[in-house]
């Protein structure tokens, strides 16, 4: 082999070795909200929590919500449940997946892999669950970053949810198993700085020709096309739905989300400049450059706050992703 070819080999090893090491992989493990599992079915014990508003893990940050008193939750939770059967109680479906386990990853912190080019899961690993339930809000399975960041989408793993997996195998109560036709998809959505979005749609489960192809395994989608984005949502349709939205249970899993940093030269602000504006999570507090006037507008544009000062509380505000401007300077954050 000739010098130069073996010189730009080992350029190229290094340059993607570089590139692997900028890329942040979700790891719930290493997850900033506490996180504990509840021994019988594997959900996370803040699931029926009211105060829990997002599940936070490196710079990710999962929007959550719930009413304890229904015992109703939306948004993401998380799991570690690994029984992929079909439970005579079908609620406890909503806490596993059809892998039966969380990705596993390397030392270096890649994906590991069986012989066959499949992820390799385990039970002690954590993933997502999603729950889509659109009469709550607007976004309900809305993830962005910390500190009102962006980022370079990557990839992402998703599953299907047991629940909706034996629902459009076999039916439920509520909603009949598919036939010739039938579709149940998932949208990922990329909101850019500039508001502007693009999308991806994934295909979990489709009948068509009298076969039922359905998706058993942890599936990655390329997100790369999303480009530089500072929030990403999902949404989900069945075609088996009626008047009110979607028969057919409306649940995925997600795991190992990866995006990757960007250059101040790549990112441009929602707005203005937000480099002054800061967001305390833990106390839901903003903090402005300079004592002034704000103003906080929720995903749909809606004024939904103003305030005066260097301060300001936004404590009243429902879980969700909102945008706070002041003068030339705006920020996303989520609550």
């Known amino acids: 082999m000739k010098k130069s070819t073996i010189l730009l080999a080992a ?22 909200t506490p996180l504990e599992f509840d021994a019988t079915n594997g959900s996370w014990t803040g699931t029926y929590d009211d105060e829990a508003e997002s599940i936070d893990s490196q710079v990710f940050s999962f929007v959550h919500g719930s009413m304890s008193e229904w015992q109703t939750w939306w948004g993401f939770t998380a799991s570690n449940h690994a ?9 406890i479906q909503q806490w596993s997946n059809m892998a039966k386990g969380g990705i596993v990853l390397n030392e270096d912190g890649t994906v590991k892999t069986d012989s066959f080019g499949a992820p390799e899961v385990s039970a002690d690993v954590p993933y997502i669950v999603a729950f889509y339930s659109p009469y709550m809000s607007a976004r309900p399975l809305d993830m962005s970053f910390a500190e009102g960041k962006a980022y370079q989408a990557v990839g992402v793993y998703v599953n299907l949810n047991s629940y909706p997996y ?8 509520y909603a009949r198993a598919f036939t010739n ?33 359905i998706n058993r395994g942890w599936k990655y989608v390329d997100l790369s096309s999303l480009g530089v984005v500072n929030e990403i949502y999902f949404t989900m349709d069945s075609t088996d739905s009626g008047d009110y939205g979607m028969n057919t249970p409306a649940y995925f899993c997600l795991d190992k989300l990866m995006v990757s940093p960007v250059g101040e030269s790549e990112v441009m602000s929602v707005g203005g400049d937000s480099a002054g504006i800061v967001y305390d999570k833990g106390i839901n507090m903003v903090r402005l450059p300079n004592a002034g006037f704000a103003m906080v507008f929720d995903m749909e544009g809606r004024k939904v706050l103003s305030a005066e000062g260097e301060t300001f509380s936004v404590a009243s505000l429902s879980a969700g992703v909102y945008v706070v401007k002041s003068g030339n300077q705006s920020l996303k954050f989520v609550k």
């Open 181 to 213: 036709g039938d579709k149940y998809t998932l949208t990922i959505h990329g909101v850019s700085t500039d508001e502007t979005e693009k999308s991806i749609e994934v295909t979990l489960a489709e009948y068509s020709n009298g076969n039922l192809t």
């Open 11 to 32: 350029v190229l090893t290094a340059a993607m070795a570089n590139a692997q090491d900028e890329i942040i992989t979700l790891d719930l493990t290493k997850s900033i």
């Open 166 to 173: 034996y629902s459009i195998e076999c039916g439920d109560g």
């Open 83 to 91: 029984d992929n059967t079909r439970p005579e109680n079908t609620l």
